[in-house]
């Protein structure tokens, strides 16, 4: 079979992309491995609801229609959404097809997957970036009376056993179940080790609409002084609710959570923590400082000042001093592990010599670098700060199609 562009995966990443390639008729398909939005309806946890409002889950042509802007949709909503996108769209959708092998071929590529082998001379990676959980070696460590499960399989706190809970990693995920499971009655101890603090409301306004007002969610990624940092930082410590709490550490130790640092080893049966969790969580503190200073600025240039409440600054991070250093895994006080340490893309069909040392895609802004034809998204910080969030689809999507364009106009010129 032949089409001009394989896009690979039916989330909202190769939805946004068809989309934008169908209004240039550009001749495409989109193979997914389940159903359209694969991913939110079966790698999420029962109570996860969108940390960003609704008024930000829109798609290239379609904005948000709901009549709850400032809500905060559950993962079957968000699921109704891009299969109603999906349908509006027409697009061309191959469902349970997976895709188990890229190749380049001299005049493209060959996709090849358990439904049959599609050549193509253009190829988009929308697979996404968080397939497989990012789980340290040590893992392999922890003793086997305890039992130990990512953010990517945990589904809610009364699949699991009695008994003490160590959650480790405290960005959105780690501090959205650990918040969960202590609230069950299992006591959760939280390592943390570097993390992004953030409200969920400052001056009267919630925090995505502020960092979507004053551009920060839309700053390139080719205007940040270093990257590949960027690309790393982890995502903000946020939940949506009903309630429109703010999940900070502070909350968390308010409601019994005990802080450890980062888990850094196991020795025997020790689980060892960092001793940096006083400086990590300083360091938050003096990044949210920046980011409300940022804001602040922006709302004073943009005449703001007189429309909401004035600024103002969040309590320190509350750390025990001193934190505790090491917690005997044998002694039965925790019974189950939750790793909340992130998630990576996997990349194990893709026979393209594309990948860096960490397997993750040489890119610029999404257009795969050596492999000419072939482009990436979904990514953080692809080419916006919000490259990763639903809403980053529409831009990223828009640019790499016109991309996209231009080479099959190149192409097609040398090809007379
Ligand atoms: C826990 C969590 C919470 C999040 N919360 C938010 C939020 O509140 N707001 C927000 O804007 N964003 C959020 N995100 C980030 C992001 O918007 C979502 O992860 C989103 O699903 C990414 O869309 P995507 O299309 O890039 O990737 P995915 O939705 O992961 O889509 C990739 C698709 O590719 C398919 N696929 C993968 N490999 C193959 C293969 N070999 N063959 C065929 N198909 C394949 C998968 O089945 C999947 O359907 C969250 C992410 C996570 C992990």
């Not at 934008?20 to 079966?42: F, K, P």
């Not at 130790?253 to 640092?261: D, K």
């Not at 795969?368 to 990763?388: C, E, N, Q, T, W």
Request: aromatic share 6%; charged share 25%; with cysteine.
């Amino acid at each position: 079979m032949h089409t001009t562009t394989v896009i690979i995966g039916g989330g909202q990443g190769g939805l946004a992309m068809s989309r934008c390639l169908s209004d240039r008729s550009i001749d495409h398909v989109v193979l997914e491995r389940g159903e359209v939005a694969n991913s939110w309806r079966t790698e999420r946890w029962d109570s996860l609801r969108l940390l960003t409002p609704n008024w930000q889950c829109r798609l290239p042509g379609r904005p948000y229609a709901g009549d709850d802007p400032d809500g905060f949709m559950t993962a079957p909503e968000v699921v109704d959404v891009i299969a109603a996108y999906a349908k509006e769209i027409a697009a061309p959708v191959h469902t349970s097809t997976t895709v188990t092998a890229v190749r380049r071929t001299d005049d493209g590529y060959r996709v090849v997957t358990d439904q049959g082998e599609w050549s193509c001379e253009a190829v988009v990676l929308a697979s996404g970036a968080f397939n497989v959980p990012r789980v340290p070696d040590f893992a392999a460590a922890v003793p086997s009376s305890v039992t130990t499960r990512s953010a990517m399989t945990y589904r809610n706190p009364h699949d699991l056993d009695d008994g003490g809970v160590l959650v480790v990693g405290a960005s959105a995920t780690g501090a959205q179940i650990a918040h969960e499971i202590q609230s069950s009655g299992r006591p959760v101890t939280l390592a943390v080790g570097e993390h992004v603090r953030g409200p969920r409301e400052y001056r009267g306004r919630d925090i995505h609409w502020w960092m979507q007002a004053a551009g920060v969610l839309d700053e390139r990624y080719d205007e940040v002084d270093d990257i590949v940092r960027a690309r790393r930082v982890p995502s903000m410590q946020l939940t949506g609710s009903t309630e429109r709490v703010t999940l900070d550490l502070n909350k968390l130790t308010g409601i019994g959570v005990q802080l450890v640092g980062k888990f850094a080893a196991i020795s025997g049966t020790r689980a060892q923590f960092s001793g940096s969790l006083r400086n990590k969580c300083d360091l938050a503190d003096l990044k949210l400082g920046r980011l409300l200073d940022t804001i602040d600025e922006w709302a004073t240039a943009a005449g703001l000042d007189d429309a909401v409440p004035p600024p103002h600054r969040f309590a320190p991070t509350a750390v025990p001093e001193p934190p505790r250093l090491d917690l005997d895994l044998g002694r039965g006080e925790i019974r189950t592990i939750i790793w909340a340490t992130g998630y990576r893309p996997d990349y194990s069909w893709l026979e393209v010599d594309v990948l860096d040392a960490k397997a993750m895609v040489r890119h610029d802004g999404g257009v795969v670098v050596d492999a000419p034809g072939m482009y990436v998204i979904g990514l953080p910080f692809l080419r916006r700060r919000k490259s990763s969030f639903i809403d980053g689809a529409c831009d990223d999507a828009q640019e790499l199609a016109q991309h996209l364009a231009t080479f099959l106009d190149v192409r097609a010129a040398r090809h007379g």
